[in-house]
């Protein structure tokens, strides 16, 4: 019996160092889906550095509440697969997000997001962002947007004073 015991221990420790630090959690049911479909999501969060898996209910209230998150184990009902992500915030949304465009039978139950524990709504809502680096991009276009058209101006202004002297 305290083999067993000791099994469970490891498991919700397991759960609770993958959650401790994690920037961003999503809950999904995945019923319905065929062992070829949640291979394919399995290998899509591996190839984003994503860890998903399935963990029994009860191992991950444990996990939750021992982290402060008792008010997501309301979402512990029925089968559930949990995607963590400790690096990057949008990847396990975004992910689900794309897979549910092509595959109706995984729906998004909760998630916590930077600590926040959020609904379906806010999940789907950050599974549209884009990625980090396609953010990061669009961030350096914009910046340099600007300081080049500065510097096209003052190559003007200078290519024009010779002329008039």
Do not use: C, W
Not at 28 to 37: I, M, N, S
């Amino acid at each position: 019996m305290s083999a067993v015991l000791d099994q469970k221990k490891q498991v919700v420790e397991e759960i609770r160092s993958k959650i401790k630090d994690a920037k961003s959690i999503v809950l999904v049911d995945y019923r319905g889906l065929t062992v070829e479909e949640v291979t394919e999501l399995r290998k899509k969060y591996t190839q984003a550095g994503v860890d998903y898996k399935v963990y029994k209910n009860t191992m991950m209230r444990f996990a939750f509440k021992e982290e402060g998150y008792e008010a997501f184990n309301e979402f512990l009902v029925g089968p559930n697969a949990i995607a963590i992500s400790k690096d990057d915030v949008v990847a396990p949304a975004r992910i689900a997000n794309d897979f549910v465009k092509e595959h109706k039978n995984l729906e998004f139950k909760a998630g916590i997001v930077e600590g926040e524990i959020v609904g379906v709504d806010k999940i789907k809502a950050i599974g549209e962002l884009p990625s980090k680096e396609v953010l990061l991009t669009q961030l350096v276009i914009a910046l340099n947007s600007p300081i080049s058209k500065f510097a096209r101006t003052i190559q003007a202004i200078v290519d024009k004073e010779p002329q008039e002297a």
